[in-house]
């Protein structure tokens, strides 16, 4: 079973996420946080598998995150799901280890990802 944590401030999007992942067999949705602050206690309180994570946050945004992540000793992996289209925010969440899929993706390669991720 794979544990995933939802960390976006968008209530219409946490939604959407859920809803794809809470029909798969093999997932289980852990938590979710609306920052970064509560996104980083959510983590060590729930202990992820894969992190499902929004760039553009308030009270720390996905680029605190990936950078508080590389101070645990067990870390979930992370698929960046952001509607920011920029070679930047990319890279960035590349060179953090992180995997980035746009918002607009459709459902099965979200699955996909986070099953990527979880093998």
Known sequence: MTRVLICDDAPDHRALV?????????VEIVGEAIDGAT??????????DVL????HMPGGD???VLAGLEDLLVAPRV??????RGADA????SAAGAEFLHKGAPAGELTAAVRR???
């Open 52 to 55: 499902v994570l929004d760039l």
């Open 18 to 26: 859920r809803a794809v992942l809470a029909g798969e067999p093999d």
């Open 90 to 93: 990319r890279a960035r969440v």
């Open 79 to 84: 698929l960046v799901l952001s509607a920011d």
């Open 39 to 48: 996104c980083m206690t959510a983590i060590a309180l729930t202990d992820p």
């Open 62 to 64: 996905g680029f605190h």
């Open 117 to 119: 991720l979880a093998a």
